[in-house]
Nanobody, 126 residues
Framework: QVQLVESGGGLVQAGGSLRLSCAVS????????AGWFRQAPGKEREFVAA????????YYADSVKDRFVISKDNANNRVYLQMNSLNPEDTATYYC???????????????????WGQGTQVTVSS
């Protein structure tokens, strides 16, 4: 059973940076693509970023492109989301996720991900 635990969230001023971390256990991250999603109060969960199992391809939502960077540390079974130039619209609970199948293609669809963390809160003040 794959388990994911996010950390690194917090309160930051607009223009600041945060680095989210997702620790993966119960499976070798090197064989899984991974994604980050976020959900703000009253809104649906939305795609933020994804990375291929080889970590040679990354994908971003238009709203975070050029500000956020997703990466994987397969040796330590961790996925990261470096968030720069944060603005209040980035305030949300952030979740990392992996699909059930190994060696899959990362997607933007939350329905294609099977394992989810509990989320970490990011609050950006203006």
């Amino acid at each position: 059973q794959v388990q994911l635990v996010e950390s690194g969230g917090g309160l930051v001023q607009a223009g600041g940076s945060l680095r989210l971390s997702c620790a993966v256990s119960g499976g070798a991250l090197s064989m899984y693509p991974a994604g980050w999603f976020r959900q703000a109060p009253g809104k649906e969960r939305e795609f933020v970023a994804a990375i291929s199992w080889r970590a040679d391809s990354t994908y971003y939502a238009d709203s975070v492109k050029d500000r956020f960077v997703i990466s994987k540390d397969n040796a330590n079974n961790r996925v990261y989301l470096q968030m720069n130039s944060l603005n209040p619209e980035d305030t949300a609970t952030y979740y990392c996720a992996t699909p059930r199948s190994i060696f899959g293609i990362p997607t933007r669809a939350a329905s294609q991900y099977h394992y989810w963390g509990q989320g970490t809160q990011v609050t950006v003040s203006s």
